[in-house]
């Protein structure tokens, strides 16, 4: 093993006390053979990558071209891909499993990367058609707003005129009703499909004026940031978020108005940086009442440092398929003001039952892999139903709405689902992650290529990320803790007395 380029190269910068050296030296020597297996640092698997073949052709090739033109994984596509779906159908179809269950089809999707990955350009490229469809269906109803607003204007003028020139009480009467009327002419709000930096109050007024659904998309991890306080003193405000991805009943009591919706239906598409993980959990109304348990988190490996220079581009007509189809996907839901309702076929209905069997017993207390979990994982079956109807309404996106499930295509969300599921492990690990395990991890690859160090050593070579010394040596006794070092016993009287480590020899190197 050789020292990381990246790394400064080991120099003692004291001269050590004689007697330390030699005491360390000697106990490194008697005690080489009696380390024992260091203890993963909270070890971090490798993820599966994410199942773009699940989709249609169109939607598949231009992940796929995504992913190379920008040198990001196909995970980030692939999931802002769903968000576009989610987007399109949400609050205009729902997916019928049995009896009384229905799934609506909007989406919490969170996809963490570190800064510079390419989480932006990937965002632009894969929801740019619903911008656009946004743009189209707001200048086809600028006509018609504008007709009624002139309409409405004309009317309280009229009535306001006759009002002026009643001469007897009946005549005013008649006046001021009519004037009352033509005030209460409804004038149609401009479309909206999405918003980005938006807070919760704002966000419900926007849904409830389109009819009770909305898209909170974004390329950053704002709409995390404003509803867990940004902007009211850091009190969370997750009301929307709960009742907007179950569709429970939305009321809500303002100064000046009332807002009612029988089916809220909010998607959310965010990019975040990992660390944000952590700082979501941190906030105990954000895990204790379920948001967290709501979303879908996609952990793709990072690309930095291995990227192409030069990548293969996306085909025009990769670009034109995927952008002329989504649009078109969100213009033709947009006229569903009652939701369509997405049957099953016999075969997709067996295979989620199956599905559900399979699930129950991993959510068991003190046996199931599931049960750290369990709160998520209890919505997975619904949320598969919520996958299983997006994917046929991409495969079918004219007879989707009134046609069938098919079992092909519950097959294709089931593994879909078993894809966020290995993602859901590993973003809930970060969430509870021990808060010094990436200072641990920064201590250890410096560390590597080392027989022994000083405590000064290690604060000097890694001043940038410790700020303080102190800092640094919870760093270190975690690392004791997990058997990767181990501090040395001097017994030295002279000089000054430096605290020497030894390193487990599977992370050393002779010198």
């Avoid at 080489?32 to 203890?39: S, Y």
Wanted: net charge negative; glycine share 6%; charged share 25%.
């Amino acid at each position: 093993m050789t020292t990381p380029t990246n790394q400064p190269a080991w120099t003692p910068d004291i001269e050590k006390p004689k007697a330390e050296v030699q005491a360390g030296a000697e106990g490194q020597a008697d005690a080489e053979d009696k380390w024992e297996d260091p203890v993963p640092l909270g070890a971090r698997t490798t993820l599966p990558p994410f199942p773009r073949e699940v989709f249609p052709d169109y939607i598949a090739a231009m992940i796929a071209g995504v992913a190379e033109e920008i040198q990001v994984p196909e995970d980030l596509p692939g999931a802002l891909a769903l968000a576009a779906l989610a987007t399109a159908a949400g609050g205009r179809a729902e997916a019928e499993v049995r009896g009384q269950w229905r799934e609506p089809l909007n989406l919490h999707l969170a996809v963490a990367m570190p800064p510079g990955s390419g989480k932006s350009p990937a965002f632009r490229a894969m929801l740019r058609p619903i911008f656009e469809a946004e743009k189209e269906l707001q200048e086809a109803a600028r006509a018609e707003i504008s007709r009624i607003e002139t309409e409405r204007r004309t009317a309280i003028a009229n009535a306001e005129e006759s009002k002026r020139k009643a001469k007897d009480p009946e005549q005013v009467k008649v006046a001021v009703e009519a004037v009352l009327m033509a005030e209460q002419i409804d004038v149609p709000v401009m479309p909206r499909l999405t918003a980005d930096d938006v807070v919760p109050e704002q966000a419900a007024t926007i849904l409830a004026d389109q009819g009770g659904r909305l898209a909170v998309l974004s390329a950053e991890g704002t709409f995390f940031e404003i509803i867990m306080g940004r902007y009211s003193n850091g009190r969370p405000n997750v009301e929307l978020c709960l009742k907007g991805h179950a569709g429970d009943r939305l009321q809500i009591d303002r100064r000046t108005r009332q807002e009612f919706v029988e089916r809220p239906s909010l998607t959310i598409g965010l990019c975040v940086q990992p660390q944000m993980l952590q700082d979501i959990a941190a906030k105990r109304q954000m895990a204790g009442r379920g948001v967290l348990a709501r979303f879908m988190f996609s952990l793709p490996p990072d690309m930095v440092g291995e990227r192409k220079i030069t990548p293969e581009v996306v085909p025009d007509d990769v670009l034109r398929t995927y952008k002329s189809t989504i649009k078109q996907l969100v213009v033709d839901l947009a006229e569903w003001t009652d939701p369509a309702v997405l049957t099953m076929t016999p075969g997709a209905l067996r295979l989620h039952t199956q599905w559900r069997g399979e699930i129950e017993p991993r959510l068991k207390r003190g046996t199931g892999d599931l049960e750290a979990l369990r709160e998520w994982a209890s919505k997975l079956a619904g949320h598969t139903v919520r996958l299983a109807g997006l994917l046929h309404l991409a495969e079918n996106p004219k007879s989707g709405p009134t046609s069938s499930i098919e079992e092909a295509t519950m097959e294709r969300a089931i593994k879909l689902a078993r894809y966020y599921i290995e993602h859901a492990m590993a973003a809930f690990g970060v969430m509870r992650a021990h808060p010094l395990l990436d200072d641990a991890r920064a201590v250890l690859e410096w560390v590597k290529g080392k027989g022994h160090f000083t405590r000064r050593d290690a604060h000097r070579g890694l001043q940038r990320r410790f700020e303080t010394a102190d800092d640094l040596a919870r760093a270190l006794e975690l690392l004791e803790d997990h058997g990767y070092i181990r501090q040395v016993p001097t017994t030295a009287t002279v000089g000054r007395k430096a605290v020497i480590y030894d390193v487990h020899p599977q992370m050393a190197v002779t010198r």
